[in-house]
């Protein structure tokens, strides 16, 4: 940890000399508001029932207060029928390639769990998403560098509470997350994460690696994660993987912008010790695409859950209707 401080330490050093040659001013310091909201009917064939739900209903305002200084603040009014305030931050920006974020973000982990509601390609996350990164947003200081270039690459490097969302909670040890991206390279980019500390109350160790590829309108996108808790009764591992492949047909007249059949495999594992795999998932999604100045989808779509030893009691049918603005 004391290294960890050093290094951050050293950066800062390094990068205020460059605030004394200022060039001419030409930022916006309008606001963007933005945000998302998911509505959507869920027939649940396993058990004979439905419901109407409201996912999400998110709203951001973000923005620049100087040319070295953005914000952002984030809410959403229904996460699961649950108000969250999700980020608050102020993010320093030194050098063109050089930013630091302080305040409530998403921890840097897993590139399908760091995707906002709005660009999802399913209407339910993957297992990496909901199971292994459940809670990993939290407060804390973040070290990007990011280039562009004929081989973009990214480095994301933090240190954080480990109390979870709104909980400024005082500690003696903290919570560390890095994440590492390269791409898009000839349609690939890569990307590998990790993370050491408490999550939901407990001492946990997690890394994940993932790959996509795209060519022309076809999608391929794959990563796998694991994570080891610790507790009071012991130690135990969890593990997921998804692998999904979706393809954009292109509408050119009309009101549609595109048709993106697509299909997906996950699977997650409680207890890798045990050796049992559930529950594994086969989804399929079909998006009609709509566009004017906002962007908005409806989604069809049907999950198929396979349990080792219980019935699938969670095989559902979605209509969803999503508005990004």
């Not at 290094?7 to 309008?30: H, I, N, R």
């Not at 998110?58 to 996460?79: M, T």
């Not at 390609?121 to 990993?136: E, P």
């Not at 993932?210 to 694991?226: I, M, S, T």
């Amino acid at each position: 940890m004391t290294l960890l401080k050093n290094m951050f330490l050293g950066v800062l050093l390094g990068v205020f000399p460059g605030l004394l040659f200022a060039q001419k001013d030409s930022t916006s310091y309008l606001p963007q508001v933005g945000g998302v909201i998911r509505a959507k009917f869920e027939y649940n064939s396993s058990i004979g029932k439905s419901r109407f739900e409201v996912r999400n209903a998110r709203f951001q305002l973000a923005g620049n207060v100087s040319k070295v200084f953005k914000y952002k603040a984030e809410v959403d009014l229904s996460d699961e029928g649950v108000i969250k305030m999700l980020d608050a931050n102020v993010q320093f920006l030194p050098t063109k390639h050089l930013v630091f974020t302080l305040g409530q973000m998403k921890i840097p982990f897993s590139t399908d769990n760091l995707r906002s509601p709005g660009t999802l390609n399913f209407s339910n996350r993957s297992f990496i998403a909901k199971r292994i990164c459940k809670d990993l947003r939290d407060i804390g200081f973040m070290v990007s560098y990011v280039r562009g270039g004929v081989l973009p690459f990214a480095l994301h490097a933090g240190v954080f509470n480990g109390e979870g969302i709104n909980n400024p909670e005082w500690v003696s040890t903290y919570s560390i997350g890095a994440r590492a991206e390269v791409g898009p390279w000839k349609g690939i980019s890569l990307s590998g994460d990790f993370y050491s500390g408490k999550v939901a109350g407990n001492s946990s160790d997690m890394f994940n690696v993932g790959a996509n590829y795209r060519y022309k309108h076809f999608y391929v996108d794959a990563e796998y994660a694991q994570k080891q808790n610790m507790d009071t009764t012991g130690v135990w591992s969890s593990n997921a993987l998804f692998a999904y492949v979706l393809y954009e047909i292109p509408i050119k007249k009309g009101i549609l912008r595109n048709i993106i059949p697509a299909v997906r495999y996950d699977f997650y594992t409680a207890d890798m010790a045990n050796g049992i795999v559930q529950p594994a998932r086969i989804t399929t999604g079909l998006t009609f695409g709509f566009h004017k100045i906002t962007w908005a989808d409806i989604r069809l779509s049907y999950e198929k859950y396979m349990y080792h030893n219980q019935p699938d009691a969670e095989d559902k049918a979605t209509i969803e209707f999503i508005a990004r603005f």
